[in-house]
């Protein structure tokens, strides 16, 4: 519904630039978050405290109410702060601040002077995270003395609790130094360095400050704000001061202090001091290296993702400080992530579509963002962590990403559970290192297996020439065997030896017939690969099963295509994987109950996709049942033969009342030369072939549509993020770009703005079909499909290229 909402407003404020402004806000911070509501009309504004409308949202802390017309009140604290290209206004109430940001010069803001009352109505948007109000009409109210600067220590300053309110602080110099926006200084807290901003006014050149030394301690008096312009929008404070004169030095340092030859003898003992403890520390950071070492060596020699979370679990506590260690692996069929626990525990997964709150929320944010998340307080967390059932409520959380080749493993979660605390770099450093390991140790498992597997393969192998040289030794032997009781019953009819006889040949009958299947088993191993009709293989399974479906009550769907799709490989062992695939499904109905008969249905499909076919076999059960415990063993049988083919096979569990499994087999080149003799002609009478901008981060996925526009003739430039794809529109025309809703950088709305003069059509491609999304979106040039792409909405979307294209050349 965010998509929807966002390209119905990108419509009704075309022309409403302050407007368009606060809603690319709304989309760059809610792309991935809750539906947003309605902006109020401009007839009625929302009336919010200023501490409302400073309010954030988590995970990227953008503004609460961006893009809503809203009403606030407040007192001027300061005067007007002039910028190139826009001009601030902080107010403020009895405890909280705001901006008032005025564009251009800001003649509209400098009619207001420190303690004017005055009511504001306008759109809620940001400004280098900074919550800003854009106004539409500002009234004043009274005309009051000017409001004295608060008092407030440099630490309380890391934070949103002051924003916009006029602020006196003391802190010591650490760094002087100049941007092209005008000087500053930073200052020393206990929480990091803050910024003591001077901006440069309206055609000024101000000299750099003057009698401002590192290491004086001075005093400031200006407004709170913030500059962080990527997210997450939590650091980078700063205090907005209007000139030197607002800066006053408490005490200077000087070179030559007459009290320094009475201090030496202090400052030796306080070296040594140092000396000490900075011995002391290097002492613990070897044990802890030294352990973190030996700790690798376990993880990386561990037989299973059990025994490491065993081994991660007693040693990282006495290294880290910590309380309790989880470990989330990534799941690339269900997009989730799984929780490892003790046989004993309850498995948990965690959706990544749509995460729950709390602990889940902050290990699928460090998943989607492949950072490192540290959390040091979680009273003041964005993330509302709430205690599980018999477990006790952490202090402090680290979320490191397991990373093994630049790809995403899983998620490691370092909790804290007596107090709050600050993770330092480097025990986020050494965090880091350890889930890299953990990432590359699951890896090595799961290689392990493939291997393991060969192995098992190559047994079985030889168990086939094995039984095969055996079986080519008996079969002549049994057959004169079988002959010659036939001969000897034949000629002793009616004998008292007739019934020994009967014996004797049906006994040698029976062996013959063993042998014979053992030999149809053995050659089917080694059975050279063809082309097989899987369209006729499937119709044929259905045929087989039907009969035994009806008596069950079973209805059957048989929805796959009617053309000829062949792929390479073993007739008998694909039939195999199928019929496997059929009996679970309907076992899975039996042993799930239902509340009418007419609801047990199998539903077949098969339809190619580029290069590839895609078949699935899909079975209702309740919302409220489950699948049975036979049906990982099912996946695991049928994917050793299907990968053996060069395919993959799946269970769907989108719609957990129709779970599905997903086949896909490469096609053979006769195949793809059939889907693709189509797009070849367009080619030949167009010229060169059309060129695609691909904007999709799975790589799977991305692989999927890349080879299924290939098959159509074209080519395609893949990237991974919606500001890659915005530099290569701009040195390259493309013909179209394919987009996918969950791209990194810009949201997919400003995206399409920006290259509706550089390409000729626009595809967005989302999770689902929704009806709403493609009415308010498609248009002259635009296109919604749904992934994964079907050859219809394809071939669609390539005939409306061929039109803008056809268009183009025509106006030329």
């Avoid at 003395?145 to 802190?171: K, M, W």
């Avoid at 003790?342 to 950072?371: D, K, M, N, Q």
């Avoid at 087989?544 to 059957?556: L, M, P, Q, T, Y």
């Avoid at 530099?727 to 179209?736: S, T, V």
Wanted: hydrophobic residues 45%; glycine residues 8%; aromatic residues 6%.
């Amino acid at each position: 519904m965010l998509v929807c909402t966002a390209a119905r407003a990108v419509r009704k404020y075309r022309r409403a630039p302050r407007l368009l402004l606060a809603l690319a806000c709304v989309l760059s911070s809610r792309a991935q978050t809750a539906e947003p509501q309605a902006p109020a009309s401009a007839d009625s504004p929302a009336r919010l405290t200023l501490e409302e409308l400073g309010a954030r949202r988590a995970p990227d802390f953008s503004p609460l109410h961006a893009g809503k017309f809203v009403l606030v009140r407040g007192v001027v604290s300061a005067a007007v702060f002039h910028f190139p290209a826009y001009a601030l206004l902080p107010i403020e109430d009895s405890a909280h601040g705001a901006i008032i940001e005025g564009t251009g010069d800001g003649r509209e803001l400098e009619a207001y002077a420190p303690g004017d009352d005055i009511e504001v109505e306008g759109v809620v948007s940001s400004n280098a995270g900074t919550v800003i109000l854009v106004p539409e009409h500002i009234r004043l109210i009274a005309r009051r003395s000017p409001p004295q600067p608060h008092q407030v220590p440099p630490e309380e300053l890391l934070g949103f609790r002051h924003l916009g309110r006029l602020i006196e602080t003391e802190a010591r110099v650490t760094e002087i130094g100049e941007t092209t926006a005008g000087p500053y200084v930073l200052v020393a807290t206990n929480r990091g360095e803050y910024r003591l901003f001077l901006p440069r006014a309206r055609d000024a050149h101000p000299a750099a400050l003057r009698d401002i030394r590192v290491g004086d301690t001075l005093r400031a008096t200006g407004v709170a704000l913030q500059y962080c312009p990527t997210p997450p929008y939590n650091r980078w404070f700063e205090l907005l001061v209007r000139d030197q004169s607002q800066l006053a030095r408490i005490n200077t340092v000087r070179l030559v202090h007459p009290a320094a030859i009475g201090g030496g003898l202090a400052g030796a003992i306080l070296l040594a001091f140092l000396l000490w403890s900075r011995d002391r520390r290097l002492r613990r950071q070897r044990e802890r290296f030294r352990g973190t070492y030996e700790l690798g060596e376990r993880i990386l020699g561990a037989s299973s993702v059990e025994a490491i979370l065993a081994e991660i679990s007693a040693a990282l506590p006495p290294l880290l400080g910590i309380s309790r260690v989880g470990l989330y692996l990534f799941n690339r069929g269900a997009r989730s992530l799984d929780a490892v626990a003790p046989a004993a525990a309850e498995a948990v997964s965690i959706s990544l579509s749509s995460p729950t709150g709390g602990t889940h929320a902050g290990a699928a944010a460090c998943f989607h963002y492949r950072t490192l998340l540290a959390i040091p307080d979680i009273d003041r967390s964005p993330f509302p962590i709430a205690p599980e059932s018999g477990s006790k409520r952490p202090k402090s959380m680290l979320f490191v990403p397991m990373l093994f080749q630049g790809e995403i493993v899983g998620v490691l979660e370092l909790d804290q559970d007596d107090r709050a605390r600050d993770f330092t770099p480097d025990e986020q450093a050494l965090a880091q290192h350890l889930g890299n390991q953990i990432g590359v140790a699951v890896k090595l498992l799961d290689q392990r297996t493939v291997q393991e597997h060969l192995f098992r393969t190559e047994k079985l192998a030889a168990v086939g020439r094995l039984i095969s040289g055996v079986v080519n030794e008996l079969q002549q032997p049994l057959a004169s065997i079988v002959e010659s009781a036939n001969r000897a019953l034949a000629k002793s009819m009616l004998t008292p030896a007739e019934p020994d006889l009967i014996a004797i040949a049906g006994g040698a009958q029976k062996a013959a017939s063993i042998v014979s299947r053992l030999v149809s088993f053995a050659t089917a191993e080694q059975a050279e690969a063809r082309p097989v009709c899987v369209s006729a293989l499937l119709r044929n399974l259905i045929e087989f099963r039907e009969r035994e479906w009806k008596s069950s009550g079973i209805r059957v769907r048989d929805l796959s295509s009617d053309d000829s799709l062949f792929v390479l490989g073993s007739h008998g062992q694909l039939e195999q994987v199928f019929l496997t695939l059929f009996v679970h499904a309907e076992q899975s109905l039996a042993k799930v109950p239902h509340t009418r008969p007419e609801d047990k249905t199998i539903t077949v499909r098969s339809s190619p996709m580029g290069r590839r076919l895609l078949v699935e076999i899909a079975f209702s059960i309740p919302p409220d049942g489950q699948l049975p415990e036979e049906t990982e063993t099912v996946l695991s049988v049928t994917r050793s033969v299907i990968e053996g083919h060069g395919g993959e096979v799946r269970l769907n569990q989108k719609n957990p009342a129709e779970p599905r499994f997903e086949v896909e087999l490469p096609l053979t080149a006769r195949e793809r030369a059939l889907v693709a003799a189509p797009a070849r002609e367009a080619s030949r009478n167009s010229g060169a072939p059309p060129t695609m901008l691909l904007i999709e981060p799975e790589e799977a996925i991305q692989r999927q549509i890349r080879d299924q526009l290939a098959a159509y003739g074209c080519r395609v430039v893949p990237v991974t993020n919606a500001d890659t794809a915005l530099e290569l529109a701009q040195r390259m025309r493309f013909e179209a770009a394919f987009c996918s809703v969950h791209a990194p950088g810009l949201n997919w709305v400003e995206l399409s703005e920006r290259l509706q003069s550089r390409v000729g059509c626009f595809v967005l491609l989302s999770d689902r079909f929704d009806a709403e999304l493609a009415a308010d979106f498609e248009g002259e040039g635009r296109f919604v499909l749904t992934k994964p792409i079907e050859d219809a909405g394809l071939q669609r979307v390539l005939a409306g290229v061929d039109n803008l294209v056809g268009a183009r050349g025509q106006a030329v």
